[in-house]
């Protein structure tokens, strides 16, 4: 499952718009719906809001269905500094 579908039914199953999550989140509900539409991905900083808002564990918003982390290299790099 893509980030964009986990942070969709992530929403949903709250009952919230994309603008009020974009609110939370301090970005534009453009942004959020491109992140939810899998056309661009939030950065680091963007992912832990997610992550702390939906109170849910960062690598769970990455892993895929393998159970695999599906990590691009400016998340690999990131986090693996942290």
């Known amino acids: 499952m893509s980030l964009g579908t986990k942070l969709r039914e992530l929403r949903t199953g709250r009952n919230l718009s994309q603008t009020q999550v974009a609110m939370e989140l301090d970005v534009s509900q ?3 719906g491109k992140w939810e539409s899998d056309q661009s991905k939030p950065g680091l900083d963007n992912l832990l809001k997610i992550s702390e808002f939906y109170e849910t564990d960062i690598y769970d918003l990455l892993e895929n269905k393998d159970g695999n982390h599906n990590f691009n290299n400016t998340y690999d ?4 500094m942290r």
Do not use: C, E, K, R
């Not at 790099?77 to 693996?80: D, G, R, Y």
């Open 30 to 32: 453009t942004a959020y």
């Open 77 to 80: 790099n990131s986090l693996i």
